[in-house]
């Protein structure tokens, strides 16, 4: 009997310890470290060289955005989803760390910005690389890629063939 005891008591402080040491584990060292945050880099398209994401996603600007804030909600952030981040972005291969940062939207969540710009992906861009996006004009302004300096990526008036550029020349 008093070796049951004994076992039990054990058994009932190991358990006792290891779960003080997994609360811990998930309250004190889960705040300490702070959350990865999305990667932006640098990549190579037809418009030059363009911010991206970890997938190679080019991220463009908005013209309507004002002094760091979305002007893109409901269904334009349904075409052009807003690059959001729970933690600090980080600054990949030739992008400036100290361009990156973040705003907050209306509905709370953070979107990540480069030189005040907030970015987001466009959802007719299938591969990485690809930049559809460019220059429509869809809910009210204009949107660009975003070059390494945060300046918009406009392409100019005569495409390198000769052509005016466009839809449907």
């Not at 070796?3 to 004190?28: F, H, P, Y």
């Not at 990667?39 to 994401?53: E, F, N, P, Y």
């Not at 908005?62 to 980080?90: I, M, N, Q, V």
């Not at 973040?102 to 466009?122: C, E, I, M, N, W």
């Amino acid at each position: 009997m008093k070796r049951t005891t004994t076992l039990l008591g054990v058994a009932a402080l190991a358990a006792a310890t290891l779960s003080s040491i997994a609360l811990g584990a998930t309250g004190a060292a889960a705040s300490s470290q702070p959350s990865k945050g999305p990667l932006v880099t640098i990549a190579r398209t037809s418009l030059g060289s363009v911010l991206v994401d970890a997938r190679g996603r080019t991220l463009y600007l908005f013209e309507k955005d004002r002094h760091g804030r979305s002007a893109c909600y409901g269904g334009c952030a349904a075409y052009w989803p807003p690059f959001l981040s729970a933690g600090t972005p980080r600054a990949g291969r030739g992008v400036r760390a100290s361009l990156l940062g973040l705003s907050r939207r209306t509905d709370g969540k953070r979107q990540v910005t480069y030189a005040g710009h907030p970015l987001y992906t466009f959802v007719g861009d299938t591969r990485a690389g690809e930049t559809t996006g460019e220059g429509l004009t869809d809910f009210g302004a204009a949107w660009y890629a975003v070059a390494p300096s945060g300046r918009a990526i406009k392409r100019s008036a005569v495409d390198p063939d000769g052509s005016y550029g466009g839809y449907g020349s």
